[in-house]
């Protein structure tokens, strides 16, 4: 069974206001308190395995390209790029003006140290895979190959060059994924893990790491060195772990916190009443799936599998069981990829 998910969210109104028109005077402080559904075990963009960390770390890094708000391609680090008649070499023409939040300048040789250690074995990063179209890139993290040997180049400081194994017209997209933003090398080598700690860590995204208390919060502070800071419209963004979702309606109610992103389904109908238009659901990009071993009798008869499809109500969950908070799916790929066209099983009516 497969369903497209949507996200319930429960926004303050004023923070709804903040992001746009919200009128504060010019020396105070805007703050996002904003609550998340899990604490967060890392930031490092190499070894996060969870949603809950790549929100995080999409306000701390930045990569070559970005998403805006309806998930068209934009331009992030890098201000342009062009690709090789053959689809197979992209060549990234970088900011100028990127800087690290230490003030050193954001280079090519940034994005070839951190694609080699996303690939190195050694780093065990759980989304290796992301890169995998890159020339030699596979080989490196099963150890059949040399970092050396990876398809990405450093023609000068600003410029960029990574070759592919083969045509991939989705690999920009890829490259929005928080596995392929750089980190520093320099913060690295002298720290070790340590620099991901609070006061240590060196970004090149919209915030840099002020504060991390695990279980309590993590507190995100406006970086005067991004290219773009005129345009970031908070000053302190604070992440608030608040597993129980009862709790966090709770805090959400109390002030505590400004929008919280996990609402229980099984209430989503009695807090849309109480909070009107405070809740909104939008889409999500993912799918849920139930995974099958096909190494067995009976389930190794595709008929048997197939019919097993055929026989789950995808509306009825969807709408009943998740109160709309989720859409019938049938295709592993969502709404929301570039070139999506929906894909209906013939038994879909």
Do not use: C
Not at 49 to 67: C, K, N, P, W
Not at 137 to 161: C, F, R, S, Y
Not at 190 to 217: F, R
Not at 255 to 275: C, H, I, N, V
Request: glycine share 6%; no cysteine.
């Amino acid at each position: 069974m497969l369903k497209n998910m949507l996200k319930a969210t429960v926004l303050a109104t004023t923070m709804a206001l903040a992001a746009g028109t919200f009128y504060t005077p010019a020396f105070a402080e805007t703050v996002y308190n904003r609550g998340s559904a899990a604490e967060a075990e890392t930031v490092d963009p190499h070894k996060t395995s969870t949603v809950y960390e790549a929100d995080i770390i999409r306000d701390l890094f930045q990569g070559l390209v970005m998403h805006d708000q309806k998930t068209n391609l934009i331009p992030g680090a890098a201000e342009s790029w062009t690709v090789s008649d053959d689809g197979t070499v992209y060549t990234f023409k970088l900011r100028k003006d990127g800087l690290w939040s230490d003030g050193s300048p954001v280079t090519a040789d940034d994005f070839v140290y951190s694609f080699r250690r996303l690939e190195d074995p050694a780093t065990a990063a759980e989304y290796a895979s992301m890169l995998y179209p890159v020339k030699g890139a596979e080989d490196v993290n099963t150890k059949k190959g040399k970092p050396e040997d990876m398809g990405v180049k450093a023609i000068d400081a600003n410029t960029l060059e990574v070759t592919l194994k083969a045509p991939t017209p989705y690999f920009l997209e890829m490259l929005t994924h928080q596995a392929a933003y750089p980190v520093n090398k320099a913060s690295i080598d002298k720290l070790g893990a340590d620099w991901i700690k609070a006061g240590n860590l060196v970004s090149n995204g919209a915030y840099t790491l002020a504060e991390w208390i695990p279980n309590d919060h993590m507190k995100l502070v406006k970086n005067p060195k991004f290219w773009d800071a005129a345009t970031v419209k908070m000053d302190v963004v604070n992440y608030i772990p608040t597993e129980d979702r009862s709790s966090a309606m709770k805090r959400f109610e109390a002030g505590e916190l400004d929008s919280y992103g996990d609402l229980p389904t099984e209430q989503l109908a009695d807090l849309k009443t109480k909070f009107g238009d405070q809740v909104r659901v939008g889409p999500y990009l993912g799918t849920y799936y139930y995974a099958i071993k096909t190494d067995k009798a009976p389930w190794d008869n595709v008929e048997l599998r197939n019919a097993i499809s055929m026989a789950i109500d995808r509306d009825f969950l969807a709408e009943k069981v998740w109160q709309n908070s989720m859409l019938p799916g049938y295709s592993m790929v969502p709404p929301g990829i570039a070139g999506y066209t929906p894909a209906m099983a013939k038994y879909a009516d």
